[in-house]
């Protein structure tokens, strides 16, 4: 879109009257053409329109000529959009809104490109930006500031104004509205405008000039005109040796070429780094995923949602089902309220998978449209948890498909070999151990965990790893020579028909290869080496010395230990070698293995990895050690010292054999962080040290034969070893890594999970409502005025007070130099004290706000709320505005750990640049108080701020991405249940950022959705503009138009269409219900005239009507009209014709004194418990004061040791004799009581 320049500059050009180089003829066109396009509006308001436009392209017409076109290219791509998503096809191109855009989130300052008017010189002077013409501030903070109480009006957010014109009515006055501009500077081009008002009118702005309409009206022609005559002024004729001029018609289309190049509008990637970029959302990859109709989110995915057919459907929900809902956890894990566990779950689970997979909607639409399907077995959680695990099935099953293809393709090799071997080579056969591979993909088909894939692989990597190599020699050799036979036969054909036209195909010199020349070059480019390459593994060596004739006579299979262990009983024999071990071995002595001692050894080892390798053997073993394994953890010697009794793991300092199924919570992540800081050392066992050896006695059971004969017991030793290396080599190393896993997993998704509560216990709190707002809803809601005050514990720093408007707008501001000075210190510091706190009065007194709020950073908030209340209700009592007040004026005490994070964060900084941190500090606080999810949704930025707050001690010990995830999911549910008000949006910058949490929309599209109503000065005022205007994709409209509400009220002036349920959650797919509930409450008869919108108006104002609906009787009837089942969602839609947009939220409660105290001491319940040891300084005690008959009944006491009197109820000692005694019992507060 080409840059806007500023309207001084484009009436130098365009309206001046006694220009020389154009007739009054033109003059006169030129101006009633602008003055016809002032006057038209995106869009049309009445019947009319039709003419209107027609009269606009012709005013239009007539403007061309006047304003060249940079950038404009002859090749430009007029494709319509995959989804349509309201943007231009040169959406690589940098408009105004990128700029700002990335400007804000680089914090760079960028100037507008201007328009080339024609006839300009190029020579010219750079034109004046659009900040050289921004009023300037009348104040602006200072540290260094004289005057301490002046009341200050701001007319920018902290200085994000300044260089652009969006935010000019940032700062309202008491009605809300934009404060008057002061400025300092002289306008040096007035005379220009007031000469342009008198040729457009006193009503012209620049703004109603849309260049980019008149820039893309604009033909080809007119540039290719203007580009010959600089061709004639500006090209210099080539001449030849003679002297004569060349005619070349390349030179003119040369120079074409070049003047269009410098004139095409600059590409993003051209101005910024590819960080900026990132930050604007501006790469390619950023501009496809807003142009596709598919949510956001479903393409961000790490593993992209893709459809899927019934069958997988059926086999996915059967895997989430068992996987994610009946799957214990092996740690002691807080269990949620049970889903139930029937058959029904399993196809509402399918039905979820079905909406998110085949139907593209997200979470939030189906727990809110779709709850016929879900209810009342899964929750909004449990469709959180699959989505999850869809991402989870959709790896599993890409690993799954793949081993599948490999042992596809092995097996076809494999039968390839067994064709060329034949009969003549019975021994090369006997080289494969493995099973048929049949029998393998029986296994992969019946596999269901990640766990069961990488045994199945790891297997058939170390059978069938030698043969990878030659297998993909293969199958290139047959892709060769099925192209070469292709390639031949149709030269053939073509020969044979001699009419046919059709070019012969080309010959490539390797079709008349030899077949060892080609296979040389196959090799060579697949990196084959001729020669095998000599492995050095142990158990390569033992393969290559032929040892797996021995290990045949060992009288077992894998497979078949595999299914005794499985059966827990000897289900298979043992076939027993008639001849003893060490004579057998004689036979296989090698130059590797040169003893028979050495040759067992080996066969030994390879047998147990055989052992170890088959997949149903590990399945038993890895169960079994995941149920009876224990820990013995004990401290290292720095352990010793450091975990102390204020340590996590000062509990689990010593554990003896304590079995893992008995962890709780996050327990093993301070083990294992422990662990890491070397504090302490953890041992896995499976057997007590009472009774060692027992489970590898049980599983050696199933591989020894009952007989006792010294040949057979020879051999059962040897049974033995296999298992035993097996086990403590193979098998516990692995299971007890991944075990570990497991349970670190389990644990930080505890943490994970406790971290999202926090998050959720926050932003589910509604905004701060008076009293008598109980029914207000949230279409109509007004909001409330705060004033926030931020202190701070150092007497020297600068405190401020800031008064927020109901929008959260920055109304006025008082800095507060002396709020925190020691009055008892000095006379001065009590009289500058008392200034501060008058000049609280005065902002008080002129602002009226409806709440104040202090932020708590010590003890001193309870003496600010003090001073404030007795504040307030003297002015209640003084003040006759404050005595019509509908309710007191409340003084509340308010955490900020959110809003120091703001105050010192880059989003903060870029809002408000010229503010100092305490008062940004005083404006988020009070924005917190006025709605809690719009402020937590500041930080959920591109820098991942919502990070820096702390909800738990270990969130630093879980994976980012993750938790950011689950941050997302909790704002994503709450934005939905609450709803977006777009037009809000457009209005207040601070409350767009929850709009990407829309269902449907994310980032990238509610960034471009707001710059497109930005850009074109429109507001929303009926959802279906979405889709007309906008071109919105029907995917992503079904997805978040349910939650984008349309203030209908404020719309009643338009003389657009309104649609009064556009300000309710019904979905546009419900209206015809919506409509007939309306006419059948009020008993309209079909031959009335009224109207259902007419209708719908009566019902808002009588709801009581809709009680006497039979709702069930009309879901009968929908589902008998093939609309299904209705049921839930006609209540719904009832409950919304109630009241509309009602927020579900938890009402405001003032913290308790245990929030207080946490907000003071900055403890939390986890860092501050009972048993916890501090350091702390006794300032007194805490007494009960005695009443009159305990101190008449006082008797004194005689300490036996000092020999001194004592008070029996305040315990003082320092009475000498009886007399003294009676005076402390006798005067009036002097017995301070029992502590």
Not at 775 to 787: K, P
Not at 1118 to 1134: A, E, F, H, P, V
Not at 1191 to 1199: R, V, Y
């Amino acid at each position: 879109m080409p840059k806007k320049r500023h309207r001084n500059e484009f009436f130098d050009e365009q309206a001046e009257e006694d220009s020389a180089e154009e007739s009054d003829t033109e003059k006169k066109q030129r101006a009633a053409a602008i003055k016809k396009l002032k006057s038209s509006r995106p869009m049309s308001d009445d019947d009319d329109d039709e003419e209107d436009e027609v009269m606009d392209e012709e005013a239009v017409k007539q403007l061309k000529g006047f304003i060249a076109e940079p950038g404009e290219d002859e090749d430009d791509d007029n494709e319509n959009d995959q989804s349509g998503s309201g943007e231009s096809e040169d959406d690589d191109d940098v408009d105004d809104e990128d700029l700002q855009l990335i400007a804000e989130n680089t914090n760079k300052r960028i100037k507008p490109k201007r328009v080339q008017i024609e006839g300009e010189d190029d020579d010219d002077d750079e034109l004046p930006t659009a900040s050289q013409y921004e009023p300037t501030s009348s104040s602006r903070v200072r540290r260094d500031e004289h005057d301490d109480h002046s009341i200050t009006h701001h007319d920018d957010d902290g200085g994000a104004a300044e260089e652009y014109e969006d935010d000019d009515d940032f700062i309202v006055d008491d009605e809300n509205q934009p404060l008057p501009k002061t400025s300092h500077r002289r306008n040096e081009n007035a005379p220009n405008i007031a000469e342009a008002q008198a040729i457009f009118g006193d009503d012209f702005t620049f703004d109603n000039i849309n260049f980019d309409d008149l820039n893309d009206d604009m033909e080809d022609e007119d540039l290719e005109d203007e580009e010959e005559e600089e061709e004639e002024e500006d090209v210099q004729p080539q001449l030849d040796e003679d002297g004569n001029p060349i005619e070349d018609e390349t030179i003119s289309t040369k120079r074409r070429r070049t003047i269009r190049a410098q004139r095409r509008k600059p590409k993003a990637e051209e101005l910024f780094e590819p960080e900026e970029l990132q930050r604007g959302y501006l790469t390619e990859a950023d501009i496809n995923i807003r142009r596709i109709d598919k949510p956001e989110r479903f393409q961000l995915r790490h593993i992209p949602v893709t459809e899927a057919k019934e069958e997988e459907l059926e086999e996915e929900a059967e895997w989430i089902y068992n996987g994610a809902f009946l799957k214990p956890t092996i740690s002691l894990q807080p269990v949620e309220e049970d889903t139930a566990k029937n058959l029904q779950v399993k196809k509402k689970i399918k039905n979820a998978l079905n909406y998110i997979r085949n139907d593209s909607f997200e979470v939030p639409f189906i727990a809110f449209y779709r709850k016929e399907h879900i209810e009342p077995d899964l929750k909004i959680p449990d469709l959180w948890k699959i989505w999850q695990w869809d991402e989870k099935w959709m790896i599993f099953k890409s690993h799954k498909d793949k081993l599948m293809s490999m042992f596809e393709r092995m097996d076809k090799y494999r039968n390839y070999q067994y064709e060329q071997l034949g009969d003549t080579n019975e021994d090369t056969l006997t080289t494969r151990l493995l099973t048929d591979c049949d029998i393998d993909k029986e296994r992969l088909m019946r596999a269901q965990t990640l766990e069961e894939i990488a045994d199945l692989r790891e297997q058939f990597h170390v059978y069938y790893n030698d043969d990878i190599p030659n297998m993909r020699l293969h199958e290139k050799i047959l892709e060769y020579r099925e192209e070469r036979d292709k390639r031949k036969k149709l030269i053939t054909n073509i020969e044979q028909n001699e009419n046919d036209e059709q070019p012969l195909p080309t010959i490539d010199d390797e079709d008349e290869l030899d077949e060892e020349t080609l296979v040389e070059q196959i090799r060579t480019q697949l990196n084959i080496k001729s020669k095998p390459f000599t492995k050095t593994d142990y158990y390569s060596v033992c393969k290559q010395a032929h040892l797996e004739g021995l290990i045949k006579k060992f009288g077992l299979k894998p497979d078949k230990l595999g299914e005794n262990l499985y059966e827990n009983y000897q289900k298979n024999e043992i076939d027993q070698y008639p001849i003893g071990p060490t004579a057998t071995c004689e036979e296989f002595i090698c130059k590797q293995f040169p003893t028979t001692q050495a040759v067992l050894q080996a066969a030994i080892f390879m047998h147990a990895r055989q052992l170890s390798l088959d997949p149903l053997v590990r399945y038993v073993i890895r169960r079994d050690f995941t149920s009876r394994c224990m820990i013995n953890a004990r401290p290292t010697r720095l352990g010793i010292q450091s975990i102390t009794e204020d340590h996590p793991c000062y509990t689990m300092k010593y554990l003896i054999e304590k079995p893992v199924n008995t962890l709780t919570k996050d327990q093993f992540l301070y083990l294992h962080q422990s662990v890491k800081d070397g504090l302490m050392k953890i041992d896995y066992i499976i057997d007590t040290k009472n009774n060692q050896h027992i489970y590898s006695d049980e599983i050696k059971r199933s591989y020894t034969r009952d007989e006792y004969s010294d040949n057979v017991l020879e051999w059962n030793k040897i049974r033995a070893m296999c298992i035993d290396l097996m086990l403590n080599k193979f098998l516990y190393p692995k299971f007890q890594r991944e075990l570990e896993e497991i349970l670190l997993d389990e644990a930080r998704q505890y943490v994970n999970k406790q971290c999202s509560v926090c998050l959720n216990d926050w932003i589910k709190i509604a905004p701060y409502r008076l009293s008598n707002d109980e029914n207000v809803t949230s279409i109509s809601d007004a909001g409330v005025r705060v004033l926030s005050i931020a202190y701070s514990t150092d007497p020297d720093d600068v405190s401020y007070a800031v008064i927020l408007s109901s929008e959260g707008q920055v109304m006025d501001f008082i800095r507060l130099p002396n709020l925190m000075l020691k009055e008892n210190y000095s006379t001065d510091n009590r009289i500058k004290k008392e200034k501060d706190f008058e000049a609280i009065r005065t902002f008080i007194k002129q602002r009226v706000p409806d709440v104040i709020c202090i932020g708590v950073e010590s003890r001193d908030a309870l003496y600010l709320r003090t001073c404030l209340e007795d504040m307030v209700n003297q002015l209640q009592h003084d003040e006759e505005q404050f005595q019509n007040l509908p309710e007191p004026i409340k003084v509340l005490l308010v955490d900020t750990d959110l809003s120091k994070i703001y105050a010192q964060s880059r989003k903060g900084e870029l809002d408000f640049r010229d503010y100092p941190i305490k008062l940004r500090l005083a404006v988020s606080q009070g924005r917190r108080l006025q709605d809690p999810l719009l402020e937590f949704s500041q930080l959920f930025n591109y820098d991942k701020e919502i990070l820096l707050i702390k909800y738990h001690p270990l969130q630093d010990l879980i994976d980012r991405d993750q938790l950011l995830i689950t941050l997302e999911q909790c704002f994503i549910s709450r934005t939905n249940e609450v709803g977006v008000d777009l037009n809000r949006c457009i209005i207040y910058p601070h409350t767009s950022n929850v709009l990407q949490f829309v269902c449907g929309l994310g980032p990238r599209k509610a960034t471009h959705l707001i710059k497109y109503f930005k850009q074109n000065n429109l507001q929303l005022e009926n959802r279906t503009f979405l889709v007309v205007n906008y071109n919105m994709g029907k995917c992503v409209f079904s997805n978040c138009a349910g939650f984008i509400k349309i203030n209908t009220d404020a719309m009643k002036q338009s003389e657009s269409y309104i649609e009064i349920l556009d300000s309710t959650r019904i979905h546009p797919e419900a209206y015809d219900w919506a409509r007939k509930m309306a006419v059948d409450a009020l008993d309209i008869e079909e031959s009335s005239e009224m109207e259902p919108s007419a209708a719908l108006e009566e019902i808002f104002q009588n709801s009581e009507r809709l009680k006497d609906l039979d709702l069930d009787a009309f879901a009968v009837e929908l589902k008998n009209t093939m609309y299904g089942d209705q049921s839930i969602t006609l209540y719904d839609i009832r409950a919304e014709l109630t009241h509309r947009y009602k927020d579900v939220r938890v009402r405001y409660e003032p913290p308790s004194q245990v929030d207080l105290f946490h907000f003071i001491t900055k403890e939390t319940p986890a860092t501050f418990h009972l048993g916890k040891l501090i350091q702390c300084q006794v300032f007194d005690f805490a007494r009960k004061k005695p009443t009159p008959q305990q101190l008449e009944a006082a008797q004194p006491e005689k300490d036996e040791i000092t020999g001194m009197l004592k008070c029996p109820l305040c315990h003082t000692e320092r009475f000498h004799n009886v007399k003294e005694a009676w005076n402390h019992f006798d005067s009036t507060n002097r017995c301070k009581g029992t502590p």
